[in-house]
């Protein structure tokens, strides 16, 4: 398993999220102090070969969908249209909160046994399962709140596959991209990461298709990856409390406002002003 945590503080708000990938899950506890998440504006990843769900706990905060808002915790099973490639007939809904936190876990859609879709619910969960997302939030250990998804039918029986120590080439590969997912940075290149870990190109490109291919990282390949990144970074950081879309633009690394402008528009996406307006956090 590989790990990496985030903080940013940027225009009166806070976003800290940690990420776990494992062959069968991929994890993100995610803190947002005054950001608002609305997938109706995430930009869509392409496609991969391997339909996913999205377990979608908010421990504290607000969710809302269908024009009904709920405080947490509440779980929900979100189909792959609602939440990486979200579509224009997709159900969408809004987390916020001062502060919100998330646990979101992707698993294959072979390996859930919950009822999916926004339409469906919430998911009713013992106050033993909750205890476990509490504890991994603050910093625990993944395999019991797995287990104990498992135990409440929410999920197959997955602690006993999850792989703790990987592979020297992965671990070696991780230790140059843990620092970039550290200060998040969006418009990380190739060439930088072969740099910093001192592999050429073309070993740089056979063990990233070695980490994409089992993890399920980039679909579409690192740079789309990337695209997606920064824009979903963008949209949120728009919903600080003080942000301009001009200081966004240059905190996530586009080279001006007119570029950050182009990629929403590539991206079918509202112009940034638009979106901040739409999204922004009560100051």
């Known amino acids: 398993m590989l790990d990496a945590t985030s903080t940013r503080t940027f225009a009166g708000a806070t976003l800290k999220t940690t990420i776990f990938l494992e062959r069968r899950l991929r994890a993100h506890v995610i803190e947002r102090d005054r950001l608002t998440f609305d997938s109706s504006l995430a930009p869509p990843a392409k496609k991969d070969r391997t339909e996913f769900v999205h377990l979608y706990a908010t421990l504290e905060g607000a969710f809302a969908t269908g ?38 876990i992707r698993f294959h859609a072979r390996d859930v046994r919950a009822k999916v879709g926004l339409a469906r619910g919430p998911i009713a969960l013992p106050s033993a399962t909750w205890d476990a ?88 390949g690192f740079r789309d990856a990337m695209r997606v990144l920064r824009l979903r970074a963008a949209v949120l950081l728009l919903s600080a409390p003080h942000a301009t879309p001009t200081e966004v633009a240059r905190e996530v690394g586009y080279g001006s406002l007119d570029a950050m402008a182009r990629a929403f528009r590539d991206a079918k996406l509202p112009a940034p002003s638009v979106v901040r307006d739409a999204v922004r956090f009560p100051i």
């Open 133 to 220: 997302y509490l504890a991994f939030a603050a910093g625990g250990p993944l395999v019991p709140l797995v287990a104990a998804l498992a135990k409440a039918g929410a999920i197959a029986d997955l602690a006993g596959t999850i792989v703790e120590d990987e592979p020297e080439h992965f671990a070696r590969l991780w230790q140059t991209l843990r620092p970039l997912y550290a200060q998040t940075a969006t418009s990380a290149s190739l060439k930088q990461i072969s740099v910093l870990a001192q592999l050429s190109l073309r070993q740089l490109g056979r063990d990233l298709g070695d980490l994409t291919r089992t993890f399920g990282l980039f679909g579409a």
């Open 67 to 104: 024009g009904a808002t709920v405080e947490g915790p509440q779980l929900w099973a979100l189909a792959e249209t609602e939440f990486d490639r979200v579509q224009r007939s997709s159900q969408t809904f809004r987390s916020w909160g001062a502060p919100c936190r998330v646990v979101e």
